[in-house]
């Protein structure tokens, strides 16, 4: 069932990059707990079209059709799924859980919850059976510094890949890990390889197959760029360098790339990574007391109460289906979901 916009739908882009901004596109299951959740999840489509998300508050995984419907939800032995990756395999497909082993919670001082372990990187059915959990690398990082991953990519085979998995640490100890597709550490990247330096809170990750030579996409969002990688490792070049604030998550919409900003707004560039547009920008939200939420009058965080159509808050997860729609999933108090829907 196709989404019915409305002919008062904010139109946000420019050119061929329109889109049509569908507000409140889909509403998480249990309203109670999810409004009082604080929402900092990925976004993921699969194969027939399901969008995935998480829950604001639960550890629930969430499948909507592209129309905003909730058809099946599954409990995770997470602490926050924090990045979600949907693959092909000829197995079937499977889900792949970056989970930062930590989780805010609304409250005096953003009380947060934590796994005493840190973080793990799950890889589940579409039914919600774990099939297997990635090892910790066994990296000289971690002998004393925290876990704590946050992305997930896979070369799939299915795409003529290796099946080697990249994971990125990045809430724990801003390095890139590599696998191979039985699980098997190889190797790790912190962006000292090339001349841009290392990485700091390399947040996302991305295979992307639109030149003859697949590549490896780094959202080094401390940094303010996304560093690029061939699939040995070895540094390439820098995108965004001079654009980018707080690149967060990559999703390919055909041959565009769209990097969530959490600082308020999309990027899209094309495959020569050169800058389309901006989407839904709203950077003065981020200069609000208490962002990415904002606070009452006795300091406490609430749910920003100004959140408006056609403008973004805090994007932190990013989806894309086959016929070019964008999925957005905001970090803040109750969670934000939007949907863009191409114009043209």
């Not at 939800?73 to 197995?91: C, F, K, L, Q, Y």
């Amino acid at each position: 069932m196709a989404v019915q916009v409305r002919t008062d739908t904010p139109i946000v882009g420019e050119g061929p990059q329109s889109y049509s901004w569908i507000d409140g596109w889909a509403q998480a299951p249990q309203p109670d707990s999810a409004a009082g959740g604080w929402a900092h999840p990925g976004a993921a489509v699969t194969r027939a079209g399901e969008i995935v998300t998480v829950h604001p508050a639960e550890p629930l995984v969430l499948f909507f059709t592209p129309d905003g419907r909730l058809v099946r939800s599954w409990r995770v032995d997470v602490t926050e799924a924090h990045g979600i990756t949907s693959v092909g395999e000829s197995a079937g497909e499977r889900l792949w859980i970056a989970d930062s082993g930590g989780k805010r919670q609304p409250g005096p001082g953003y009380p947060a919850q934590s796994a005493p372990n840190g973080g793990q990187v799950l890889e589940l059915a579409l039914d919600g059976r774990v099939m297997r959990r990635l090892d910790r690398p066994d990296h000289p990082a971690y002998r004393e510094g925290r876990y704590s991953p946050t992305s997930v990519a896979v070369d799939e085979e299915r795409l003529g890949g290796s099946g080697d998995i990249w994971v990125a640490d990045g809430y724990g100890q801003s390095l890139v890990h590599r696998f191979r597709k039985d699980g098997t550490y190889v190797s790790s990247i912190s962006g000292e390889e090339g001349a841009a330096g290392v990485f700091k809170t390399p947040h996302a990750v991305i295979v992307d197959r639109r030149k003859a030579e697949p590549e490896l996409y780094v959202a080094d969002r401390a940094n303010k760029r996304i560093q690029v990688y061939d699939l040995d490792g070895h540094f390439k070049r820098l995108v965004g360098a001079d654009t980018l604030t707080s690149p967060s998550a990559l999703a390919l919409a055909g041959d565009v790339l769209v990097v969530a900003e959490l600082r308020a707004r999309l990027v899209l560039f094309d495959a020569e990574d050169r800058l389309l547009c901006t989407l839904g920008a709203n950077e003065a939200a981020c200069d609000e007391p208490g962002w990415p939420n904002r606070k009452d009058a006795t300091g406490e965080p609430i749910r920003p109460p100004d959140l408006r159509p056609g403008l973004f808050n805090s994007p932190h997860g990013v989806a894309a289906d086959a016929h070019g729609a964008i999925y957005v999933a905001e970090w803040l108090i109750g969670g934000r979901y939007t949907k863009l829907v191409p114009t043209r």
